[in-house]
């Protein structure tokens, strides 16, 4: 049974630090691009970060780059999301997500992906 299971959502004040878990089950971790995915109240699930399973390259929205890292260890099964420098506009619940496919945009939708998580709620205080 595929499984991916987030954690480290949390309130944080504005300009705080989370770091968010993703531990993955169920199928073969490194033939898989993972993604970060957000969706605040009212609004579409926009993509956050990804790591593509190719060459591990990382991509980022424009709105996080430079405050938030992906970063995955294969050994553990388990793709992280570093989120620094938070601003009350991060506030969502945040999803993890795998695809089989090489994933190189961050853009990329979110049916593109075959397997997600059941999502970690941030919540940023101003």
């Known amino acids: 049974e595929v499984q991916l299971v987030e954690s480290g959502g949390d309130l944080v004040q504005a300009g705080g630090s989370l770091r968010l878990s993703c531990a993955a089950s169920?199928?073969?971790?490194?033939?898989?691009?993972l993604g970060w995915f957000r969706q605040a109240p009212g609004k579409e699930r926009e993509g956050v970060s990804c790591?593509?399973?190719?060459?591990?390259?990382?991509y980022y929205a424009d709105s996080v780059k430079g405050r938030f890292t992906i970063h995955s260890d294969n050994a553990k099964n388990t793709v992280y999301l570093q989120l620094n420098s938070l601003k009350p506009e991060d506030t969502a619940v945040y999803y993890c997500?795998?695809?089989?496919?090489?994933?190189?945009?961050?853009?990329?939708?979110?049916?593109?992906?075959?397997?997600w998580g059941q999502g970690t709620r941030v919540t940023v205080s101003s």
């Open positions: 997500a795998a695809s089989r496919g090489t994933i190189v945009d961050v853009a990329t939708p979110p049916w593109v992906y075959e397997y």
């Open positions: 169920g199928f073969t971790f490194d033939d898989y691009s």
């Open positions: 790591i593509s399973s190719g060459d591990g390259s990382t």
